[in-house]
Nanobody
């Protein structure tokens, strides 16, 4: 199994930036697709971004395109989410997730096999 631990969340003003990190352990890191999701109070968990096994392909949710960037460092077993131009509506708990069996980037929660504990991001107006 894979263990995922997120960090980097916090409180930031609108227009600011944050970088989230997620360190994985337990299996060979470059053998699974990784994704970031978020969940705001009272809302369903939402796909934010995904990255392929070798980092060559990325995919973003419509609400974050052009503002967020996902990347991975397979040597460090770490995936990142750089978040720029943050808005109050980006406020949520952000989760890192691993899809252990697919080669393509999925946007559905149920396609992912392992999840981190989440990190809170709060954007003030």
């Amino acid at each position: 199994q894979v263990q995922l631990v997120e960090s980097g969340g916090g409180l930031v003003q609108a227009g600011g930036s944050l970088r989230l990190s997620c360190v994985a352990s337990g299996r060979t890191f470059n053998r699974f697709v990784l994704g970031w999701f978020r969940q705001a109070p009272g809302k369903e968990r939402e796909f934010v971004a995904g990255i392929s096994r070798n980092g060559g392909n990325t995919y973003y949710g419509d609400s974050v395109k052009g503002r967020f960037t996902i990347s991975r460092d397979n040597a460090k077993n770490t995936v990142y989410l750089q978040m720029n131009s943050l808005k109050p509506e980006d406020t949520a708990v952000y989760y890192c997730a691993a899809d252990l069996y697919s080669f393509s980037i999925a946007t559905i929660v149920g396609e992912y096999d392992a999840w981190g504990q989440g990190t809170q991001v709060t954007v003030s107006s």
